[in-house]
């Protein structure tokens, strides 16, 4: 969380924006709710909604997740592999958002998937948060970023989150998180789940 008095009260902003844009997304549905509405609802002026949030489509993609998933990572032992250590760090994060919080993080899953203009950017942040976790696992590896292998991982992990949230989408009764922790433990037990030792 920001430290300091003004950008506390900008967080704190943005997430009342953020969460009002939220409710008249699901209630009135993304086409038919307007930026002045919102703006409205919210209490601010539209110059202020497009200072915190440029676009429409920003009102659900944007997050602090990334930082603070990075410095969690970070945090692990040494000692952890780093499949474990990854899914460790996901679990602390997610176990220290607020309810409210959580159930909002879901909410914008669910209408980054059902909403085409909004999936369609939601590529771009995956390939944002692909190239963050490329260079967390370099750096835990000592390994070159620029490494396939490197990458081929961090892209595995993130396969792992998508096929999480396509699950929630198709079932609106699965919780985002446990299911999110069940995609990642998949990874470390993919030796042991499909077939042999080997994986084979």
Known sequence: MPTGLRERKKAQTRA?????????????????????????????????????????????LTDDYDPLLAATFRAQPPELPILE??????????TALPAEERAEAAARARLSYAIPEVRARALDHLFTTTDMITELFAERLDRSPDELEVRVLAGTVIGAIMAAQQRVVFDPSADLFDTMESALQCLIDWPTRFGGADGR
């Open 85 to 94: 250590a990854f899914r460790a760090a996901v679990h602390e994060m997610l």
């Open 16 to 60: 009342a924006i953020q969460r009002h844009a939220l409710h008249l997304f699901e209630r009135d549905g993304y086409d038919a709710t307007t930026m002045e509405q919102i703006a409205a609802a919210a209490d601010v002026s539209p110059s202020t909604l497009y200072r915190y949030f440029p676009t429409k489509e920003d009102l659900i």
